[in-house]
């Protein structure tokens, strides 16, 4: 079983920036995969950017030169720094996960709410 813990949602002004980070924990042998994805009411939960282990970190193209997604190995962390917010990026985001648990799992952080308004 792994959880996940969200953090950094929040009201920004367009332009502005935010950092959300996404902690796992449990019994992890080794993580394959870490990222973020978002959902607006009505529409499917999408992309948002990726890393997967030895791999290049993947972006949506609607954030590719604005988001920048990190990973902490020995924290189990994943961060999100998002610049220059658009109101189009409100959304609830997730944090998403693909470990080794004993067997291979996916799981979905509880999600946290990035609102981007003036």
């Known amino acids: 079983q792994v959880q996940l813990v969200e953090s950094g949602g929040g009201l920004v002004q367009p332009g502005g920036s935010l950092r959300l980070s996404c902690a796992a924990s449990g019994t992890i042998f080794s993580i394959n995969a870490m990222g973020w994805y978002r959902q607006t009411p009505g529409k499917q939960r999408e992309l948002v950017a990726l890393i997967v282990s030895g791999g290049m970190p993947n972006y949506a193209d609607s954030v590719k030169g604005r988001f920048t997604i990190s990973r902490d190995n020995a924290k189990n962390t994943v961060y999100l720094q998002m610049n220059s917010l658009k109101t189009e990026d409100t959304a609830v985001y997730y944090c998403?996960?693909?470990?080794?648990?004993?067997?291979?799992?996916?799981?979905w952080g509880q999600g946290t709410q990035v609102t981007v308004s003036s």
């Open positions: 998403y996960i693909t470990a080794d648990t004993g067997k291979w799992m996916s799981s």
